[in-house]
């Protein structure tokens, strides 16, 4: 079907009944690679080698630049991976069940209260972190909402900046143990 799209934009098929209307994405891809098959023959066993192995492609296709005061930024690359599904319902209700209780959603590790500091725009704002994580689990399984853990994004992203990942007492260790005079 995708492809018979395309012959709305071929000059060869300007007679022919069939498919008449096509989007704009593909009059841009009609137009660029119309003329160029060795290009389109290129871009085309690229997806291919992204859908065979994401990991390998990704790196041999990465743009080598050296970066110093500026680079260019911008293009439009395809991403494929694998993600595990998490329940926003889930989410939803933690924080519904912290505001229940305590009045305020602040981070678990830091404090950080993102009404506090942004007023109305960070009412209601603050990341939800899996205690238990979900990506080296097997197969699927329940998620409870002990499992869970409320977090600004700084506490959010230095838990997982590596390997092993903290858990949220050390993380809050490393805050207090930080901010001791030395």
């Not at 060795?38 to 080598?64: H, R």
């Not at 680079?71 to 933690?94: C, D, M, N, P, W």
């Amino acid at each position: 079907m995708k492809l018979m799209n395309f012959r709305v934009h071929d000059p060869k098929y300007a007679d022919l009944k069939g498919l008449k209307a096509g989007n704009k994405l593909e009059k841009e891809v009609w137009e660029e690679f119309a003329n160029q098959p060795d290009d389109l023959k290129k871009t085309a066993q690229a997806i291919c080698d992204i859908i065979q192995n994401p990991q390998e492609a990704e790196e041999a296709l990465a743009p080598e630049q050296e970066i110093e005061a500026e680079a260019v930024e911008g293009q439009l690359l395809t991403h494929l991976h694998v993600r595990r599904e998490r329940s926003k319902k889930l989410i939803a209700q933690k924080k519904k069940a912290v505001l229940e209780n305590s009045g305020q959603l602040v981070c678990e590790a830091c404090g950080f209260d993102f009404q506090k500091r942004y007023g109305e725009r960070g009412a209601g704002f603050i990341e939800c972190h899996h205690t238990k994580p979900l990506s080296d689990l097997p197969e699927e399984r329940t998620t409870r909402l002990s499992d869970l853990a409320l977090l600004c994004a700084n506490c959010h992203r230095m838990i997982h900046a590596k390997r092993p990942w903290l858990s949220i007492q050390d993380l809050r260790y490393m805050i207090k143990k930080a901010s001791q005079p030395h």
